[in-house]
T-cell receptor
Framework: EPEVTQTPSHQVTQMGQEVILRCVPI?????FYWYRQILGQKVEFLVS????????KSEIFDDQFSVERPDGSNFTLKIRSTKLEDSAMYFC?????????????FGQGTRLTVV | KNQVEQSPQSLIILEGKNCTLQCNYTVSPFSNLRWYKQDTGRGPVSLTI?????NTKSNGRYTATLDADTKQSSLHITASQLSDSASYIC?????????????FGKGTKLSVKP
């Protein structure tokens, strides 16, 4: 069964360092998301990406964050200068096409720990 | 403000028993409501998705109901198993400017004990 894969599963970084979280969406999907979940809190929307550009972003997604689809398969989230409060699980999700009624498939997540 | 509220926050039941989890939402306009199961440290996995016109939908031992008038949903788990221990998250999707983005509840943490 096709699935969304994320790497690494766990990333530890020092405050102020740049991190890149990687995602490989399901191959024929066109619409991509990043979400995050701080420990003990609910999943929060960060950004959606379609047709090689950002469709929508939340207040959380400030200038420290960027997304990129560098090739036909990868979808990355970059945090330029990490802060302690960036520690969270980061989930990538993909959909076959835009539209609220299409199923979103989530990856297993990357646990980011900023020390 | 679009919100999804779930209750209870946590629940402990014995293996083999049934349970019902609740979800209230204020998302408008409404497109659909989903229930996800999230094992600890893992990504959410979809259980059901219900649109405005659907009142009930089953997936094995999971049955979801939706009352779009009162903006309430429930997830009923029948004959619980130890593997049902997880967080169950209610997620609501809206139309229009939201681009179909998903609004998550905080989840109900279910523990099934032997």
């Amino acid at each position: 069964e096709p699935e969304v894969t994320q790497t690494p599963s766990h990333q530890v970084t020092q405050m102020g360092q740049e991190v890149i979280l990687r995602c490989v969406p399901i191959s024929n999907h066109l619409y991509f998301y990043w979400y995050r979940q701080i420990l003990g809190q609910k999943v929060e929307f960060l950004v959606s990406f379609y047709n090689n550009e950002i469709s929508e972003k939340s207040e959380i997604f400030d200038d420290q964050f960027s997304v990129e689809r560098p090739d036909g398969s990868n979808f990355t989230l970059k945090i330029r200068s990490t802060k302690l409060e960036d520690s969270a699980m980061y989930f990538c999700a993909s959909r076959i096409r835009p539209g609220p009624n299409t199923e979103a498939f989530f990856g297993q997540g990357t646990r980011l720990t900023v020390v | 403000k679009n919100q999804v509220e779930q209750s209870p926050q946590s629940l402990i039941i014995l293996e083999g028993k049934n349970c019902t989890l609740q979800c209230n939402y204020t998302v408008s306009p409404f497109s659909n409501l989903r229930w996800y199961k999230q094992d600890t440290g893992r990504g959410p996995v979809s259980l059901t998705i219900m649109t405005f016109s659907e009142n009930t939908k089953s997936n094995g031992r999971y049955t979801a109901t939706l009352d779009a008038d009162t903006k309430q949903s429930s997830l009923h788990i029948t004959a619980s198993q130890l593997s049902d221990s997880a967080s169950y998250i209610c997620v609501v999707s809206g139309y229009g400017g939201s681009q179909g983005n998903l609004i998550f509840g905080k989840g109900t943490k279910l523990s099934v004990k032997p």
